[in-house]
């Protein structure tokens, strides 16, 4: 729920909140697109970050946003639910358990980053896009 006051009306909250400032908006959704087409991470990775992130943050407009096209993916609503479980790590590919683990390691502030973590990304992922 947001904390300001946002127009009333139909649609999303934040959808509702970008008519404030249309062009803040339009850079927002300029900007999530470029990072949608653009990743070097799968969709499933991504939002197995993204999700772990809004459920740590308590963003309940974040939490409940879902990527277009979820089946194709492979994604249902346990996919969104289990990432806050360590003991569900087990049904994510590698890279997805990390991207959730980088996720949790990013909230938690740069001193939660060791030289064995990057160690493990380094050989899960790589900086090129060739591999995608």
Known sequence: MARIDI??????ER?????????LGEAIERYN???????ILSVREHEAARIRIAHLGGCLSCSGARST????????????EDVDDPARRGR?????????????RFFAGKGAFD???WH????????RRSWT
């Open 92 to 104: 994510y590919s590698n890279r997805e358990a990390l991207a959730i683990e980088f996720a949790e």
């Open 120 to 127: 493990q990304m380094r050989l899960a992922f790589s900086s």
């Open 15 to 23: 959808q509702r909140m970008w008519q404030l400032r249309p062009q």
């Open 33 to 39: 697109w470029i990072v949608q087409e653009t990743t």
């Open 115 to 117: 030289d064995l973590f």
């Open 69 to 80: 096209n979820m089946e194709e993916f492979g994604i249902d609503e346990s996919f969104y």
């Open 7 to 12: 127009p009333d009306g139909d649609g999303e």
